[in-house]
């Protein structure tokens, strides 16, 4: 079993940054897909970003490309979104996922094939 946890978001000014962690605990997520997902009030989640088991793939949403990265350390077993000139319509709760099975830039951008969900953090960007 895998439990993950993410940390870092926060109140925020538009054009401003912050960088989520996720933690996973358990055993290795080293060989698992991690993505980021979304979601806003009244809205559905939507994916965000994700990565490849060792890193070397990632997909983004349209709306983030060129404004977050996705990373990972699987020597920490975390992995990391760096978020830069946030926009209010960025403000949602932020959840880390975890496939078990393998990357693929579409694929992985559904949330019915991750495996592991985090309770998610909560990012506000004030215009």
């Known amino acids: 079993q895998v439990q993950l946890v993410e940390s870092g978001g926060g109140l925020v000014q538009a054009g401003g940054s912050l960088r989520l962690s996720c933690a996973a605990s358990?055993?290795?997520?080293?060989?698992?897909?991690m993505g980021w997902f979304r979601q806003a009030p009244g809205k559905e989640r939507e994916f965000v970003a994700g990565?490849?088991?060792?890193?070397?793939?990632?997909a983004y949403a349209d709306s983030v490309k060129g404004r977050f990265t996705i990373s990972r350390d699987n020597a920490k077993n975390t992995n990391y979104l760096q978020m830069n000139s946030l926009k209010p319509e960025d403000t949602a709760i932020y959840y880390c996922a975890a496939d078990k099975t393998v990357f693929g830039s579409r694929r992985s951008t559904y949330a019915s094939n991750y495996d592991y969900w985090g309770q998610g953090t909560q990012v506000t960007v004030s215009s």
């Open positions: 990565i490849s088991s060792r890193g070397g793939s990632t």
């Open positions: 358990g055993r290795t997520v080293s060989d698992y897909v």
